[in-house]
């Protein structure tokens, strides 16, 4: 088993959707403590522009955005499994629905709640993530309605635990788990914040079994040595071009990659995999040499580097 390196922090929902896979696998990992908020001199070295958390590290292949990173773990240590009876479609479209809808209005809940004690620099940052698209200090005036979504979404989450099961699809934990877990754990970090899940018991013991999984085995490291250990490999995968992918047409090809919710940096490099769930591109970095930068192909997209511009830093 390669070193698995999570460059994280601590309080990101999406770092501990990841963390729960890791502890089910039973995988040993380290931690690289990263920045909430730009900049971030020792990750974007490896990402290439993307500032986006959880990314995994192994050796120089860097896995961006957690429904890959979920992806790759599955693909290192199948057993025991994420897809538990033949339910990984379900499984990923459950975690989008999760990442894109269901944490959106966590967002908007916990904001209201601590919005007036947020730091301006984090508001700035959040801001600047979104791209044009709104302030992020207004998110508290969507407050109403994100309420009411998330009594709503808590309630589907009842009823699938409503007849005793201990995880959303039976006796075993699965991907539906974790992408599910990280926005409800997001409004239980703060005293008040998941008073909108109150009513919902089945909910709450799920989650505390969640809780209890803990974050298996962790070692912490220093964004440095995640950084030499880069420089010092070599990029182990490449040459995977399908012949019926709309956006790429041969290995090499100059592309651009970014996601299109928020966070809109392109990722210039050259194709090295295109393939239904991942696009990888090869890129050089003056700190760590050689790089290959994996992205999943759901809601990201593929360009020519031309053809898109740069949000704004």
Known sequence: MPELILHQYDTSPFSEKIRKILTHKRLSWRAVEQPTIMPKPQLLPLTGGYRRIPVLQIGADIYCDSQLIARVLERLQPQPTIYPGGSEGVCHATSLWADRIFFFTTT???FDLIGAHVPKEFIEDRTKLMGGRGNFADLPKQAPFAKAQCRAFGDMLEQQLADG???????????????????VWFLRSV???AAVFDEFSALNKW???LREMGQGERKDMDPAEALKIAR????????DIDARDPNVAKLGQRVAVMPDDYGFDPVEGEAVIANKHEIAVRRTD???GVIAVHFPRAGFRVLTPSAQPRSPK
């Open 108 to 110: 908007v809940v916990l």
């Open 165 to 183: 099961r201990a995880f959303l699809f039976g006796s075993e934990f699965s991907l539906a788990d974790a992408a599910c877990y990280h926005p």
């Open 191 to 193: 005293p008040g914040a």
């Open 207 to 209: 989650a505390d079994r």
């Open 232 to 239: 010092e490999s070599t990029p182990t995968t490449g040459g």
């Open 286 to 288: 003056p700190e760590v």
